[in-house]
């Protein structure tokens, strides 16, 4: 990729809207502009100062396309760092695609997906941490996820990284000058020293690695998977909860046989729903199938609601599905309260030890108390989405886990007495591994790949 060329996108969604932007970057960002912008006033955007706007028109070959403003900012205090020029025209998208050719056809060439965001990494603007947060931030399904994406974007990741990296440099600094000069500067007693220092970092990172999972839900959404005996209203609460009839109701035990997935806001929580079948022993081939595959996705999932049908007695069934949920995230709604209980809340609380939600899927009550569950869990409960920095992908998770490994090498390396020297090679493996969530030790590759992910004109 030429970082030298000019490039230009559509920087707005693909469909038509009332307002359209058409992003320029690079050295002949202005001098591209002025060759299609008509002031009324004769005015040259080369002329004005940066970070302002001018009313005009975009003309090619004597035609109008549009009446549009223009943004010019010089940079470097810019997205990217470089000269920028965003064209606000109407929203249409053939409006917006005339201009955007016009714009190539003068100069400038189309920038490939997150071409933008990657040439402000390039220069400086943003560390990949922060250049991921945008992508997480454009992507956000809910609150929470957009609560972290803003933190990152912000640098709250990149601070603690970067804070890590420099206390690791610091003791690499340190070994590497004492070696050099050991008259001058004493290596008695270090490594006891350094022992107290790494495990106090691996603390930091030890918390940050076990923010994965969480982090992971906040972005990609709550894996959740209904379970329940055959008819106790599984398919019910899922139509109630999504707002609309998705999965099949009837009377008949064993309706549901395959896996039915949606996507809901919930109370502000994103959760990736998944409706089973019934759990129960069966000789129909196709719903053994449906069974076993239920059994397969609750011990996969993040939180499992079981669901109990009150107006029936718990069978060895339900002991199958209470072992299911044994230690695990769960909530227990007990369904069917519009009919005479066989199986009471108490007696269900006894049994399975967590918190139970007596609900009507057909009476539509409930599910009030089910999203306040759902809330004091992931507020107050194991899972918490306070101020705590998150990891939200994997790339990272790994990055930190390498660290861990070579610190932990090092503290080997200090139990077995081993020469200072040694210490080195593993605190800058560590010091690599972090590097590579801020972008400072990743090859090109990576840095390509990453970027290839994002949408056109950002």
């Known amino acids: 990729m030429n970082t030298q060329e000019t490039i230009a996108a559509i ?9 359209g932007i058409i992003r320029i970057s690079g050295e002949e960002a202005v001098a591209v502009a002025d060759r299609i912008y008509r002031s009324p006033k004769r005015k040259c955007l080369k002329e004005v100062e940066s970070h302002t706007v001018h009313y005009g028109y975009i003309m090619e070959k004597d035609e109008i396309l549009d009446e549009v403003l223009v943004l010019v900012m010089r940079g470097p205090s810019t997205y990217t760092g470089e000269d920028t020029v965003e064209i606000d025209c109407h929203g ?3 409006v917006m695609e005339r201009i955007l050719r016009a714009v190539i056809r003068n100069g400038a060439r189309l920038a490939q997906p997150g071409e933008f965001s990657k040439r402000a990494f390039l220069n400086g603007k943003m560390d990949l941490s922060k250049a991921e947060a945008v992508m997480d931030l454009i992507q956000a399904k809910n609150e929470y996820a957009l609560k972290s994406s803003v933190s990152q974007l912000r640098g709250a990741l990149y601070d603690k990284i970067t804070g890590a990296r420099q206390e690791i440099l610091h003791e690499i600094a340190f070994i590497e000058a004492a070696l050099d000069d050991p008259e001058h500067i004493s290596l008695d007693h270090y490594p006891e020293k350094l022992g107290a220092k790494l495990r106090k970092l691996e603390e930091d990172l030890i918390k940050l690695k076990d923010s994965f999972q969480n982090g992971r839900m906040i972005r990609e959404g709550i894996r959740t998977v209904i379970v329940g005996k055959p008819n106790a209203g599984k398919s019910s609460l899922l139509n109630l909860l ?3 009839e998705r999965a099949i109701v009837t009377d008949v035990a064993g309706t549901t046989r ?3 997935e949606e996507n809901m806001n919930l ?6 729903i998944v409706d089973t079948a019934g759990i129960r022993t069966t000789e129909d081939q196709v719903e053994k199938i449906g069974v076993s595959k239920a059994r397969a996705y609750a011990r996969d999932a993040d939180l499992i609601i079981y669901v109990v049908d009150s107006s029936t007695s718990l069978d060895e069934s339900d002991e199958e599905i209470i072992e299911l949920i044994r230690e695990r995230k769960a909530l227990v709604l007990l369904n069917k309260t519009d009919l005479d209980a066989v199986t009471t809340e108490e007696e269900l609380e006894k049994r399975v030890g967590h918190p139970i939600i007596p609900i009507s899927a057909k009476e539509k009550t409930g599910v009030e108390n089910l999203e306040k569950a759902l809330k004091d869990m992931f507020f107050h409960g194991e899972v918490s989405f306070n101020d705590q920095v998150y990891i939200t992908n994997v790339r990272h998770q790994r990055a930190v886990e390498e660290a861990l490994d070579s610190l932990k090498l090092v503290e080997q390396s200090v139990r077995d007495q081993m020469p200072e020297d040694f210490y080195s090679i593993d605190l ?7 590097g590579a969530i801020t972008g400072d030790t990743v090859g090109e590759d990576l840095v390509n790949e990453i970027f290839s992910k994002f949408c056109m004109g950002k």
């Open 11 to 19: 920087a707005t969604g693909g469909s038509n809207s009332g307002i």
């Open 242 to 244: 999504l707002g609309e």
């Open 267 to 272: 109370s502000g929580i994103s959760l990736n």
């Open 258 to 260: 395959d896996i039915l």
């Open 428 to 434: 800058r493996n560590a010091c690599d591994a972090l």
């Open 92 to 94: 249409g998208m053939l």
